[in-house]
């Protein structure tokens, strides 16, 4: 079974500056499978980038993805106010077919 | 407005059964495959089950296999969870979600309902 792990677990930033987030997985995936979503308290996630480094419809480009293989990475490259948050990645599964979540990164105003 | 509106959650007995609905609006629903995902109080998620744009596939996490049953009328265009023998640790928010065109992930959610397992 594929395993995402994040990491850090929690990070603790000022807003303004930069905030680099890890997912790795168990097993090599293809960039095309690899997803982020950001989620705030009582709210539902959004997504933020699909494809591992494609932003979805009316994110901004504070927001990039990068990586491949099992090493991949989010970065905020100036955190805004709304941007404290809790992030996951995930990963599809093509067969059979089937979708993993990492256990998340709590982004807090330090 | 492209929106999903979950509904049919409650408090439910250890080994009772809840069917949670999902009504979407604003694309075309049989285009798209859909799915479940869950978030346990405190959590992170967990994906529950998925149904193709066709009906031709479904699919489930091993946690809920054999328990529920995901489901779709295009003509109404609402999405459906049937679950049974349901336990306590079923207890979670439940969102709907629409696959993207990427197949990949989920660019529309619902705001969730609540199911809460317990006698």
């Known amino acids: 079974e594929s395993v995402l792990t994040q990491s850090p677990g929690t990070l603790s930033l000022s807003p303004g500056e930069r905030a680099t987030l890890s997912c790795r997985a168990s097993q090599s995936i293809s960039s095309s499978y690899l997803a982020w979503y950001q989620q705030k308290p009582d709210q539902a996630p959004r997504l933020l980038i699909y494809?591992?480094?494609r932003r979805a419809t009316g994110i901004p480009d504070r927001f990039s993805g990068s990586g491949s293989g099992t090493d991949f990475t989010l970065t905020i490259s100036r955190l805004e106010p709304e941007d404290f948050a809790v992030y996951y990645c995930?990963?599809?599964?093509?067969?059979?077919?089937?979708?993993?979540f990492g256990q998340g990164t709590k982004v807090e105003i330090k | 407005e492209v929106q999903l509106l979950e509904s049919g959650g409650g408090l439910v007995q250890p080994g009772g059964s809840l069917r949670l609905s999902c009504a979407a609006s604003g694309f075309i629903f049989s285009n798209y495959g859909m799915t479940w995902v869950r978030q346990a109080p405190g959590k992170g998620l967990e994906w529950v089950s998925g149904?193709?744009?066709?009906?031709?596939?479904?699919d489930y996490a091993d946690s809920v296999k054999g328990r529920v049953t995901i489901s779709r009328d295009t003509s109404k265009n609402i999405l459906f969870l049937q679950m049974n023998s349901l336990r306590a640790e079923d207890t979670a928010v439940y969102f709907c979600?629409?696959?993207?065109?990427?197949?990949?992930?989920?660019?529309?959610w619902g705001q969730g309902t609540m199911v809460t397992v317990s006698s």
């Open positions: 149904i193709s744009a066709g009906e031709e596939s479904t």
């Open positions: 995930q990963r599809f599964v093509p067969s059979p077919p089937g979708w993993t």
């Open positions: 979600a629409k696959v993207a065109d990427t197949v990949s992930a989920f660019d529309i």
């Open positions: 494809d591992a480094s």
